[in-house]
Structures are given as C-alpha cells and as structure tokens.
C-alpha cells in the first residue's frame, strides 16, 4: 500500500479494502457535517456571549436554552453512536493489512485531530450551557426569594393588624 494526499494505491483492490476506504471516507464527511453542526452552536453562543457583554443582561428564554442543551447533547450522541470514530471494523481485526489501510486512511484524513477539535468546540457548548442554566437558575431562586419577602412583609402586616385590634378592644 502507498499513497499520497490525494491518492491510494493498493496491491489488491477487492471488497473487504472498498468497506475499509468507504468507512473511513464516510466517518470523515460526517466529521465535516457535526463540525459545520457544532460550529453554529458555537457561533450562536458568541452571540449570546457578545450580547450579554453589551447589554450585561440575559434575556434568552428558558425554552431556548432547552432547546439548545437538546441540540448539543444530540449532536454529542450523533457523533458517539453513527460516526463511530473509536470502533474498529471487524475486518480490521481479522487481518493486519486492512488494520493498516484504516490506519493510513485515518492519518491522512486526520479524523482523530478533527474529532479532537470538534470535541473542543463540543466543550465550549457545554461550558456555555452550564453557564447560562446557572443564570436561569439564580434567576429562579431571586424570584422565590422574593416571593418569600414579600410572604413574610403580609404575615408581619396581619400580626401587627391582629396585635392593634386586639389592643383596642376594651374588656368587659
């Protein structure tokens, strides 16, 4: 086997070989599909980031930020289970020279560094997903902490009615 970058050249071109070349091309272009999937989250997120620099406020809806969390965690399963980066075909493990084709294959497309890079990115969402559910939930707790105030201002106000027009009553 030889090649080059844009070219291989094997010694016998026959089924188990075409399985081999024709899976790790696949897992390359659906590389390039979650890359270009994730690289918009990542942008839509340089967005929000941006605006909350300007603004200092965070206005996204917590529909949103769900359907954000759905997106990315789909996209993680997508890559984990359909591209299969870390699998090994079986072909690839009944016979060295077709291990040795996946290999190549996969050094010259640089999956691994492309699948390293697109986790990074991956990360970066999650960071951003934390982030902003923690947002949402101070958010939340201020609201029940005022809610509990203003409960607690309403119980003082009764106390103190009952105290008065129990004071003023003249016992008989």
Not at 1 to 19: P, Y
Not at 45 to 50: E, H, K, M, Q, Y
Not at 107 to 132: M, P, W
């Amino acid at each position: 086997m030889q090649g080059g970058a844009d070219h291989i050249v094997l010694k016998n071109l026959d089924t188990d070989s075409i399985r081999i070349i024709s899976s790790v091309l696949g897992q390359s272009i659906a590389l390039d599909y979650f890359v270009s999937q994730v690289d918009g989250m990542v942008e839509e997120f340089a967005g929000i980031n941006r605006e909350m620099e300007k603004t200092g406020t965070f206005t996204m809806t917590r529909k949103k930020l769900f359907q954000l969390v759905g997106k990315a965690n789909s996209n993680i399963a997508d890559v984990i289970l359909k591209v299969g980066i870390f699998e090994r075909s079986e072909i690839a493990w009944r016979d060295a020279k077709y291990a040795q084709i996946l290999e190549y294959l996969r050094e010259e497309y640089e999956v691994s560094q492309r699948f390293g890079n697109l986790n990074f990115k991956l990360k970066f969402v999650e960071h951003n997903i934390h982030f902003l559910q923690e947002v949402l939930q101070n958010r939340k707790s201020d609201l029940l902490e005022w809610c509990i105030i203003v409960l607690l201002v309403v119980e003082n106000a009764v106390c103190i009615y009952e105290i008065i027009r129990e004071s003023s009553v003249i016992p008989v």
